[in-house]
């Protein structure tokens, strides 16, 4: 098969495509033919599972080759024996730190009951210090009474005041019978202040005169009396009357 050009009609130059075929297949044939890619027509989420199962399948003999080696060479059974070895430990551990719990919390039962009972012993050795005070004030009070002489003698023993305050005078004694089987005293009891007043002398009776008074073997008489603030108290007298005018008993007490 020849090429000619029709409008050139003189030119007499003829093209044969024989030729140009030859020098294609040998193109293509020799070394400097184009390359040619291979592609796949699997989509990529199955080459993705496909990549999964081989690597799964890989890791599961890997798993077994490791186990079976391990029963071969005996490792198995050590390990198991240590893992058993271990738990049995550990629950002795555990028991034995329970035990160690509830001896610890016991003990602090314990030392909390004990001290609620020493803070409450405390409290009582207080108690009984406050009234051993006050039995030593009594026992004092009774140490200086001397025994009478008179059978029907009437005598105060004991006597007490005191200007706690200024304006008010407190005082105690105490009367007592001489007689073991003495009859029942009854009368009144006087009491008298005497004193300084602006420079003066001072003398005041108790306010509501006399005060009655009943006793047989002994009475405790304690009180106060309310005078001038003004007032310096020196001596305080005190008397007492039987039912008949009669002044059976009287002392006076200097400050």
């Known amino acids: 098969m020849a090429f000619s050009f029709p409008n050139d009609k003189n030119s007499g130059i003829v093209f044969s495509s024989r030729p140009m075929r030859l020098k ?3 193109r293509r044939l ?6 040619m890619t291979v592609r796949s027509h699997l989509s990529w989420p199955l080459r993705w599972a496909a990549l999964a199962l081989m690597l799964g399948f890989s890791a ?3 798993l077994w080759a490791f186990e079976f080696g391990r029963e071969i060479a005996g490792l198995d059974g050590n390990l198991k024996q240590q893992l058993a070895a271990t738990q049995e430990e550990l629950a002795q551990t555990r028991l034995e730190r329970d035990r160690a719990q509830g001896i610890a919390n016991t003990a602090d039962s ?3 009951a004990e001290r609620a009972t020493q803070d409450s012993l405390a409290a009582q050795v207080r108690l009984l210090q406050s009234d051993n005070l006050t039995l030593k004030a009594d026992l004092g009070f009774f140490e200086r009474l001397l025994p009478l002489g008179g059978k029907e003698a009437l005598a105060v023993r004991g006597m007490q005041a005191e ?3 200024a304006g008010r005078l407190r005082y105690q004694l105490l009367v007592m019978q001489g007689s073991r ?10 009491l008298a202040l005497s004193g300084q007043l602006d420079g003066k002398g001072w003398t005041q009776a108790v306010a509501g005169g006399a005060r009655p008074i ?4 002994y009475q405790r008489v304690e009180g106060e009396v309310d005078f001038p603030p003004q007032a310096v108290v020196q001596s305080v007298e005190v008397r007492f009357v039987d039912a008949d ?3 059976r008993a009287q002392q006076s007490l200097k400050l």
Do not use: N, T
């Open 163 to 165: 200007v706690p305050v």
């Open 60 to 62: 599961a003999l890997a």
């Open 214 to 217: 009943r006793f047989r073997q």
């Open 30 to 35: 020799s070394v400097s033919a184009p390359r």
């Open 245 to 247: 005018g009669g002044v």
């Open 110 to 112: 314990l030392l909390k």
């Open 24 to 26: 294609l297949l040998r």
């Open 181 to 190: 089987a003495p009859a029942d005293f009854q009368g009144r009891y006087e």
